[in-house]
Structure formats: structure tokens, C-alpha cells
Nanobody
């Protein structure tokens, strides 16, 4: 079982920045690949960024150059630094991982980009 708790969402103006955090339970964090997804109203959930156990990263084309995923294994936390935010980035952002063939999700954190 893996518990994931996101934080850091909020309301930000276009062009602004936010840093999301996802804290994971347990002592197996360093062995987990982690993903950030987002889901906007009326749209399908989409993967935004991924990070492997070795720190390799991958990003959706829509966020490349604006968003950075990172991890701190000592703190059991994965981060999503979001810069140059756009209204179309508005969504619930969710942290996720797979362990023992089971996908785990956090509860999500709302990001709203609006003037």
C-alpha cells in the first residue's frame, strides 16, 4: 500500500508559478517511479510529467519547458515546479505511482490559473 498526499495548489495569475508537492508513505519511495497527472473539467486525465527511480524525466508536449518534475528521496517527496502558467493549465493535479501491479493515486490538488 502506498499513500500519496499532494499539496501546493491554489489560484495564480497567468504567467505565475506554483510548486506542487506529493509526499509518499513508507520506506520504498526510492524504488518508485512517479507521475503527475492532471484532470480538467470535461477532459480526460492526462499525464503531465514522469520521473524514474534514477531521476530520468519525461514531459507532455504541452508543458515542456515550463514544468519540472523532481524528487527528494530523503523526504519521500516528488515535486512539480510549474512556471509560465496558462489558463489551460487549470486542473486538479494528481500524484500517482505503481507498486506490485497496482496503481495508487493521491487525492489531488486544485490549480486554477486566472486573472
Amino acid at each position: 500500500q502506498v499513500q500519496l498526499v499532494e499539496s501546493g495548489g491554489g489560484l495564480v495569475q497567468p504567467g505565475g508559478s506554483l510548486r506542487l508537492s506529493c509526499a509518499a508513505s513508507g520506506s520504498i519511495f526510492s524504488s518508485l517511479a512517479l507521475n503527475w497527472y492532471r484532470q480538467a473539467p470535461g477532459k480526460q486525465r492526462e499525464v503531465v510529467a514522469s520521473i524514474t527511480t534514477g531521476g530520468n524525466t519525461n514531459y507532455a508536449d504541452s508543458v515542456k519547458g515550463r514544468i519540472t518534475i523532481s524528487r527528494d528521496n530523503a523526504k519521500n517527496t516528488v515535486y512539480l515546479q510549474m512556471n509560465s502558467l496558462k489558463p489551460e493549465d487549470t486542473a486538479v493535479y494528481l500524484c500517482s505511482t505503481v507498486r506490485a501491479a497496482q496503481r495508487f493515486w493521491g487525492q489531488g490538488t486544485q490549480v486554477t490559473v486566472s486573472s
